[in-house]
């Protein structure tokens, strides 16, 4: 076995990671609309359902960490949940979500599956341990600004409280201004610490800040990234979604196109499949 095992992680009594066959978590950047979320959910349930992965639809109730003060951030917390829980029930999707202060963490509990700390926020000790208390897996975004090896210490916070329940997330490192790249060594250091990785395919070829007001992206990485981290080995692969990014209103230019979703991952199955042996 050339890939380390790592602790398996229960997001839902159905869905437990590490170790095995990709997941996914994947969604819009925000909650557009009701209509947005359900159609997104929908055609990604139908998808994963069809290629045997396990799957968490994403989508954030407020992007608190915008480029601009007049971007549009969402529909707030407790509208936002309303909207997921009733997606939940819908489509009976396991739910994963931004959480920006330690006081959303206990009420998107009471909905969400997956917490996941936003990577500007991946050193928020009194955020960390909220998220940790409540018991849910968390997803941690490694800083922009963090080398994979100083995310220890943020694993030892959640060990601290006794929540083992959590995966990291690598979306790129800073390479000086208005540009991200991604240390492929880097997904491998993490998995050392004994948990889950997961490569967050879309947000690595953002270019933050790029356009001025909002940050850019080139999707066009997207899938040769995807492939490059599935072969070294990660867990799981995060990608946000949308009908049409052109017209999205969070991170358009580094989102994939719901139509072409189903043929990316037949084709990233076969590079999972080929690494791990399943």
């Known amino acids: 076995m050339i890939i380390n095992k790592v602790n398996e992680v229960k997001i839902t009594e159905n869905i437990k990671v590490g170790n095995g066959k990709m997941f996914l978590i994947a969604g819009p950047c925000v909650i557009e609309s009701e209509d947005l979320v359900n ?19 994403k989508a954030s109730f407020d992007k608190a960490n915008r480029s601009s003060i007049s971007s549009f951030r969402g529909p707030g917390i407790e509208k936002g949940l309303e909207i997921l829980s009733r997606v939940k029930e819908k489509y009976g999707v396991a739910l994963a979500t931004d959480i920006h202060e330690p006081w959303h963490c206990k009420v998107a509990a009471e909905v969400i599956d997956l917490l996941q700390i936003p990577a500007f926020l991946s050193r928020q000790t009194d955020l960390l341990i909220a998220a940790g208390e409540t018991g849910k897996a968390v997803n941690i975004k490694k800083g922009q600004f ?4 100083d995310m220890k210490n943020v694993v030892k916070k959640f060990e601290e409280i006794g929540n083992k329940n959590i995966m990291l997330c ?13 240390d492929m060594r880097g997904l491998l250091e993490m998995r050392k610490f004994g948990y889950p990785v997961v490569f967050d395919a879309t947000h690595s070829v953002q270019i933050p800040g790029g356009q001025g007001e909002t940050s850019g992206g080139n999707s066009v990485y997207v899938y040769p990234l995807a492939r490059a981290a599935l ?3 990660v867990d799981g692969i995060f990608a946000e979604v949308h009908p049409d990014p052109s017209v999205a209103k969070s991170d358009g230019p ?3 196109k719901l139509e072409d979703v189903e043929n990316i991952l037949k084709h990233l199955l076969k590079y999972d499949e080929l690494t791990k042996g399943y």
């Not at 963090?146 to 090896?149: D, G, R, T, V, Y």
């Not at 000086?176 to 790249?181: F, H, I, P, R, T």
């Open 254 to 256: 580094n989102m994939l």
């Open 231 to 233: 072969a070294v080995g």
């Open 170 to 182: 690598e979306r790129g490192a800073s390479f000086g201004y208005n540009n991200l790249v991604v």
């Open 39 to 57: 159609e997104v959910a929908a055609k990604m349930k139908e998808i994963t359902d069809k290629l045997g992965i396990q799957y968490v639809f």
């Open 146 to 149: 963090l080398a994979p090896w």
